[in-house]
């Protein structure tokens, strides 16, 4: 049983570019939340996505949005990217009482 | 201001000691997690508790959710260099509509050396 997936493992973009990112739940999982990890800290919650739409959404501006896809695979959408983008992006798949994360996405915009 | 108070940030020490971790709130969780963290990888799963006053072992790992959902610690005994790493709480709150959503503390920096 594989678990969540993400790619690309890294991605290097400069300032002002848009960047994608794509996760895949665990099997049997129907709900993906994606969250965003500075260096040294804890991971902060972009959204979550179940039955492809957004059912809830951490202090991100509108220029992160995203996608789930009927068979539960989501996409995290970053616009006019900035410096302080720069970071681990997490996605995961969730069961009763608990996440399970993939192993992130390293952006980094120069 | 952050909802989960995770401490200490860092904590150095030598193989063999025990250590602590904490992580602590005003607000009351129906369910929290601990993680651990390699470096570039994403956190990996230690253990769920949900209910209060309970307590977990996993191997040398205890952990401890408060009796009011509001606290949670770890406990490792005996530490090994294959401890090393980022640990993180994270809590689902209680009530209201936050349909699973995660919310960290600041994660231990734990280093245990040889």
């Known amino acids: 049983d594989a678990g969540v997936t993400q790619s690309p493992t890294h991605l290097i973009k400069t300032r002002g570019q848009q960047v994608t990112l794509r996760c895949s739940p665990k099997?049997?999982?129907?709900?993906v939340s994606w969250y965003q990890q500075a260096l040294g800290q804890g991971p902060q919650f972009i959204f979550q996505y179940y039955e492809e739409e957004e059912r809830q959404r951490g202090n991100f501006p509108d220029r992160f949005s995203g996608h789930q896809f009927p068979n539960y695979s989501s996409e995290l959408n970053v616009n006019a990217l900035l410096l302080g983008d720069s970071a681990l992006y997490l996605c995961?798949?969730?069961?009763?009482?608990?996440?399970?994360f993939g192993p992130g996405t390293r952006l980094t915009v120069l | 201001t952050q909802l989960l108070e995770q401490s200490p940030q860092f904590l150095s020490i030598q193989e063999g000691e025990n250590l602590t971790v904490y992580c602590n709130s005003s607000s009351v969780f129906s369910s929290l997690q601990w993680y651990r963290q390699e470096p570039g990888e994403g956190p990996v799963l230690l253990v769920t508790?949900?209910?209060?006053?309970e307590v977990k072992k996993l191997k040398r790992l205890t952990f401890q959710f408060g009796d009011a959902r509001k606290d949670s610690s770890l406990h490792i005994t005996a530490a090994q260099p294959g401890d090393t790493g980022l640990y993180l709480c994270a809590g689902v709150k209680s009530g209201g509509t936050s349909y699973g959503k995660l919310t960290f503390g600041q994660g231990t920096i734990l280093t245990v050396h040889p």
């Open positions: 099997s049997g999982h129907d709900t």
């Open positions: 995961a798949s969730s069961s009763v009482n608990t996440q399970y």
């Open positions: 508790v949900v209910t209060g006053g």
